[in-house]
């Protein structure tokens, strides 16, 4: 080999290496300057807040600060926003987001639309409490990589956030306080008010096309999909398995992990259909690219496997009934 193609070959290669290693670019903050806190969208019930987390201004604003900085990494490159991107529905673009250095994470980052009203977080529903799920990524290692300690020293010597958390927080910059912050700017990112809601609450029948009304009653009788996406997030809260990633190497079990139940092995959560047209690609694993892939992996009954959910089975929708469907999907 010549000196020059030697020199070129180190070049390249270099170049792939830099390119892998490269941090996602940061989304900015597109959301309007004032959130709403004291009303929800049409369609949406009151918000779920605990006790010890009251939802004012300050601890929105605060979160809202926190969530778009990436001083919450050890490097400073990556935001919770690189993952739940503002301008992707609050979920990632891609299958596996990347963290700190370039590493992937093991599944998709789902939206943060509605998770106001989740009753456990994370695909396997590890965190029960959104204050205490905002904490899990700093210490991540192919998220954020940063510890809590670490976190809280810059945010101390940083003055306007030390200011900031003092006024939101009667005790200041603390860990609770951290996940307090981001859970309440999470919970003000509130999805309804679609064409959907004007048509069921408003009665307004021109709100859907006569395609999207015939997705809705699909999705309601033949396609089965609201005995699992029920209510009003279109989802129960709860853990099935539809067979999606079943058989892939290294096995992602799901549920079982948390419970260590065989019942639970490739169960995951259900998530919110609410503003799924922007969100893709779907499933846990992000394996499904269109809307038009995810009715017609229902449309063959799921991925069969030992433990697939007794309600999937082979639902014979025809190509019209299939593009219906996702007519209505996309009208959520
Ligand atoms: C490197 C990408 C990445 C970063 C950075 C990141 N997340 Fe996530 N997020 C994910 C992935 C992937 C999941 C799903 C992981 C799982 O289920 O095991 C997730 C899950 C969640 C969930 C659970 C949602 C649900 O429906 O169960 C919440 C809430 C969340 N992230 C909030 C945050 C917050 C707040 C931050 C910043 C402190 C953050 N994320 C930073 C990738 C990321
Ligand atoms: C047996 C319960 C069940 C039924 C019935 C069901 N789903 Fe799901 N759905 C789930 C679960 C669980 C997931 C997550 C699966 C995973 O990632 O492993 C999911 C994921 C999805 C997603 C991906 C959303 C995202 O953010 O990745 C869409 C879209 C969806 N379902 C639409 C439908 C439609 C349309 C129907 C009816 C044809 C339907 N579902 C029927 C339980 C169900």
């Known amino acids: 080999m010549s000196r020059f193609a030697l020199l070129a070959g180190l070049v390249v290669l270099s170049v792939s290496v830099l390119a892998a290693d490269a941090p996602?670019?940061?989304?900015?903050?597109i959301l309007p300057a004032k959130l709403a806190l004291d009303e929800v969208p049409l369609g949406l019930g009151p918000r779920l807040v605990p006790k010890e987390n009251p939802l004012t201004e300050l601890r929105v604003r605060l979160g809202r600060r926190l969530f778009f900085d990436p001083i919450l990494s050890t490097d400073n490159t990556v935001a919770c926003a690189s993952c739940h991107r503002p301008d992707h529905g609050f979920a990632g673009n891609e299958a596996r987001p990347r963290g700190i250095r370039g590493q992937r994470t093991s599944r998709r980052a789902p939206t943060l639309f509605n998770r106001a009203y989740g009753t456990s977080f994370f695909w396997d529903g590890r965190e029960s409490t959104l204050e205490g799920q905002a904490l899990r990524p700093i210490e991540d290692p192919t998220e954020m990589g940063s510890t809590i300690t670490a976190v809280l020293d810059r945010l101390r010597a940083d003055t306007t956030y030390k200011a900031q958390f003092e006024a939101a927080f009667p005790d200041g910059v603390t860990a609770a306080n951290l996940g307090r912050a981001l859970a309440s700017f999470e919970r003000v990112l509130l999805r309804g008010a679609s064409a959907v809601d004007r048509f069921r609450r408003q009665g307004k029948t021109e709100a859907l096309t006569a395609r999207e009304r015939h997705g809705l009653w699909l999705y309601e009788s033949k396609g089965r999909c609201w005995r699992c996406h029920s209510g009003a997030n279109f989802t129960d809260e709860s853990y099935h398995n539809t067979g999606v990633g079943w058989g892939k190497v290294p096995a992602d079990l799901g549920r079982y992990v948390v419970t260590k139940k065989e019942a639970d092995r490739g169960r995951f959560k259900t998530p919110t259909l609410r503003g799924v047209a922007l969100t893709g690609p779907y499933m846990h694993d992000g394996?499904?690219?269109?809307?038009?892939?995810?009715?017609?992996?229902?449309n063959r009954g799921g991925g069969a496997n030992p433990n697939l959910d007794p309600v999937l089975a082979p639902l014979n929708l025809s190509k019209d009934e299939v593009r219906d469907l996702v007519a209505f999907l996309k009208a959520l």
């Open 24 to 29: 996602p670019d940061l989304p900015r903050d």
């Open 287 to 298: 394996s499904l690219t269109s809307l038009e892939d995810v009715v017609e992996f229902y």
